[in-house]
DNA sequence: CAACATGGTTTTGTATGCAAAAAACGAACA
DNA sequence: TGTTCGTTTTTTGCATACAAAACCATGTTG
């Protein structure tokens, strides 16, 4: 692993003109990137000593960043026994999809409102960035230009705290969308679904627009379901 | 302000049979109080050294608290400067209803489907509570029944996550609810409408209940509008 | 008088120290 | 073998110490 601290020095002695961030928040995102990505597995328990020193940094403001993702549902405290990152049990995710559902709904509804005609086109130019990488197949940056369009979406709405919740209750369930291995079929289908999004969009039909939106968010949940209990049979039975 | 470490020696010696709380958890909810009850006032600033002092601890787990509350949206962290009881924009008070909207909607649907039937008797007493306060005039029992009875249908739609979140958004606007001064007449219709809410929770009518949800936040908000710009006309002009 | 500089003070951010709780280890024992 | 107790070791939680950044109050200069 690579450390913080070692960003300050790469400038070259003169601070950058870019204002310096704060070391906490500065773990708070590396931490949130590590878990999100996967690189740090649920139940992974955090210790303060070795991940400090991982990260070129003192306990404490590791601890601070472990209060903040605590807070975000990306880390689980345990009175008197460190932090370990949140489990990723079925029900918890069903539930997250659920509202999830309940706030693009509600993007959907907003976006077609409110969004700029500026707005749009960048969607547009993310859809085809993806619409490109799945024609190579290459699934990787398609996950990413996907979860881009879905997060632009709902930050076109034009409500802040839309976005914030939206992007905090994503950014748990990422990590188990990656482990959904999309079938050839699915993958195809679900290009297709993002087409008549951005063509309710593009429209700003919302109603259909919502329609699709759900439709879509409820066909994922299904794989993700079956991949989280594909991954985890918990039965003790023989 | 009552320190918070006088709660330990008061227990006479024998530690509690109650697991002891950590200190940091203690002061998140003590602060988180006392922004949501109005006691710290948006803008406020959190001085480290003398807020540490009043609770009769050290600045470390208060800045943990910071951070938790931070990641909640109660507090805005400055960097290098503190931290703040976060400002009550207009704006952004809009918007969390909006947001509030959506999920309540939502639990409407839910708590139709998954309420068992104590459930319901449960927020029916909570009703009549409420209904008693408002027969004799009193606002603040009014006000803390009413908010019980919200938090409770979301809480009985059987969606953790939904009422988490739901949660923490109200909190923040908890702060301006106080605010908006009730009319005789709105306060007479308010509790109408939520005659008409128990009605379709009654008869698990979810459509019924979305609709009635929807419009009576709806009305809240313009009090709670008018109640904010009222009691802030920052407008510079003479 | 306004804008800016300057020294001291306050306040924040991070590192470190210390005590208490939990985990790990191992010996005694059934 | 497996269990239980006691001891050692590790880890956490909180307090404190120190450095750097922001603030403040004056004084200086144009």
């Not at 300050?8 to 590590?34: C, F, K, N």
């Not at 008549?196 to 919502?210: G, V």
Request: aromatic fraction near 4%; glycine fraction near 6%; charge should be neutral.
């Amino acid at each position: 692993m690579e450390s913080i601290q070692a960003r300050a020095a790469e400038s070259g002695g003169v601070t950058s003109l870019v204002e310096r961030r704060l070391l906490h928040e500065e773990v708070i995102d590396r931490l949130r990137d590590m878990i999100v990505q996967g690189e740090l597995a649920p139940e992974t328990k955090l210790n303060e000593r070795v991940l400090a020193a991982q990260l070129g940094i003192s306990r404490t403001p590791l601890r601070e960043a472990f209060k903040y993702l605590a807070s975000e549902g990306l880390v689980e405290l345990l009175p008197n026994r460190g932090a370990v990152v949140a489990p990723l049990k079925p029900g918890k995710v069903k539930e997250i999809f659920v509202v999830l559902g309940a706030l693009e709904a509600l993007a959907g509804e907003l976006v077609c409102r409110n969004a700029t005609d500026a707005d749009i086109a960048e969607i547009r130019a993310l859809h085809y960035q993806m619409v490109a990488h799945h024609a190579r197949g290459e699934l990787a940056p398609y996950f990413r230009y996907n979860q881009q369009i879905h997060i632009r979406l709902v930050e076109c709405a034009g409500n802040a705290t839309l976005a914030q919740v939206y992007r905090g209750l994503n950014a748990h369930v990422r990590r188990a969308r990656y482990m959904a291995n999309l079938s050839h079929e699915r993958w195809d289908a679900a290009v297709g679904e993002h087409e008549e999004i951005l063509a309710a969009l593009t429209a700003r039909d919302s109603a259909r627009l919502q329609a699709l939106l759900r439709d879509h968010l409820a066909k994922k949940l299904v794989l993700v379901m079956e991949a989280l209990n594909a991954n985890k049979p918990p039965m003790k039975a023989s």
